[in-house]
């Protein structure tokens, strides 16, 4: 039991207490927790965001177009990199240590009084303390990241969003989605609500975008797809691209393609909230993207090596991750550092990956998911020939680092939990 006089360690650890009830699906939790802080999240406009790769980029583009245009927007994305409290932005803001502890003792209060049967998983407490906290900032609009698929995620229980928004839909968290592209797609497009326009990433697959149509006919949803036809990308580098869209010249700071067809997608999203009232200018979109970075999602440091940080791990991530290498990297020798987690789809990730690696250095990390060196090791040298394994994650930086040349690039990359301890190992030294 916590004292009245909460602090913010004693505060994540109790947020962190929540994990043994590991991931549940269902709305009946959420619906409690939710009911007994006043069903905030009713009095809330939201964008709703669901898919499988490209949602916090997204998320995070129309919040800060929305930002540029003076609303006062809220921003609830995962995972986190640096900072637990990364998941919780108010205008580009992470919530306050002692405002996050003012919810979470508002929150306690309400999960103290619930049946054992209704205690929530750490998501859902982390969703009620987002619902609260934008609700208690008077936030215009809240751009709203799903968790976990999409139609039992405790964020789909808000009842009628201004926007949902599908992201690139692809294989991922099979053991609880489904094991096929079609299960998984059903999943995300139960964030669809009745008569909720709808928009889209430009390039799903013919039987995800089918799925996604027949939902948005069912629901009476105006579905909406950015114009590719009016996009060109202009050039494209390690330091991100430039293109233009719909007659707009825009700068993106962030690397890969699907990054430009992720901007695209924010910007269809942003067209459509002027029907709302959230007028948003063209040079609002256009200082928005150019200020627009993410951790750990193709996140370049220019050094000497190159570093690059991508927590991606699965099927599509290895092949945007193989694409940016063979476009932008062409010539360059590629070191990578990996992690990956045991429960997520490794081999294909490798397969597609590390042909294009010179040489591969697996390592891991202390979490029970996590796969061992030794294994990640066996399963890479079937790819790549120059192939080792060192246990520890920052004994492995170093080793890596020590290996690259002046012009090489380091390749720290397939998990969000590795990326994140290595990045805060980095920055303690």
Do not use: W
Not at 42 to 71: C, P, R, Y
Not at 220 to 243: N, Q, V, W
Not at 327 to 334: A, F, Q, S
């Amino acid at each position: 039991m916590l004292c009245e006089k909460m602090t913010y360690k004693e505060a994540l650890e109790y947020i962190k207490s929540f994990r043994l009830f590991g991931i549940k699906p269902g709305l009946e939790r959420i619906g409690a927790l939710c009911e007994g802080i006043g069903n905030v999240q009713d009095e809330l406009k939201i964008v709703h965001v669901a898919g499988t790769n490209g949602k916090g980029s997204t998320s995070t583009m129309i919040a800060n177009a929305l930002s540029q245009a003076d609303f006062k927007v809220g921003l609830f994305t995962s995972p986190y990199v640096l900072d637990f409290r990364e998941r919780f932005v108010v205008d580009g803001q992470m919530i306050g240590k002692s405002e996050l502890v003012s919810c979470l003792k508002q929150i306690k209060k309400v999960v103290e009084d619930l049946p054992e049967e209704l205690l929530p998983t750490e998501f859902e407490l982390i969703t009620a303390l987002a619902f609260l906290y934008f609700h208690k900032s008077k936030c215009d609009i809240v751009v709203l990241e799903v968790g976990l698929g999409g139609r039992y995620d405790s964020t789909n229980i808000i009842k009628k969003p201004l926007i949902s928004l599908l992201t690139s839909i692809s294989l991922d968290h099979s053991d609880v989605l489904g094991s096929t592209l079609e299960q998984i797609a059903y999943e995300k497009a139960g964030i669809i609500k009745e008569g909720v326009p709808l928009v889209s990433y430009p390039f799903q697959t013919p039987e995800v975008l089918d799925l996604i149509k027949d939902f948005a006919n069912e629901k009476a949803s105006k579905l909406s797809l950015p114009e590719t036809i009016k996009l060109e990308i202009c050039e494209e580098d390690i330091s991100g691209s430039r293109f233009s869209y719909k007659r707009m010249e825009l700068i993106l700071p962030m690397l890969g393609r699907h990054m430009v067809y992720n901007a695209i997608t924010a910007i269809c999203a942003l067209q459509l909230l002027d029907e709302f009232g959230y007028t948003v200018k063209d040079e609002h979109i256009k200082a928005a993207l150019a200020k627009t970075k993410m951790p750990g999602r193709q996140e370049v440091e220019v050094d000497e090596p190159i570093l690059i940080f991508d927590g991606g791990h699965n099927e599509e991530s290895a092949q945007v991750l193989s694409d940016t290498i063979k476009k932008l990297l062409k010539g360059k020798r590629i070191l990578a550092l990996c992690c990956m987690m045991a429960d997520k789809d490794y081999e294909t990730y490798l397969k597609i990956l590390t042909p294009r690696i010179d040489s591969f250095i697996a390592t891991s990390i202390d979490l029970p998911r996590a796969l061992p060196a030794e294994k990640l090791a066996e399963a890479a040298s079937k790819y790549c020939k120059e192939v080792r394994s060192i246990k520890n994650a920052e004994k492995a930086f170093e080793a890596s680092k020590a290996l690259c040349g002046r012009e090489d690039v380091l390749l720290v990359c397939g998990s969000f939990y590795f990326i994140s301890q290595l990045k805060t190992f980095i920055n303690l030294n």
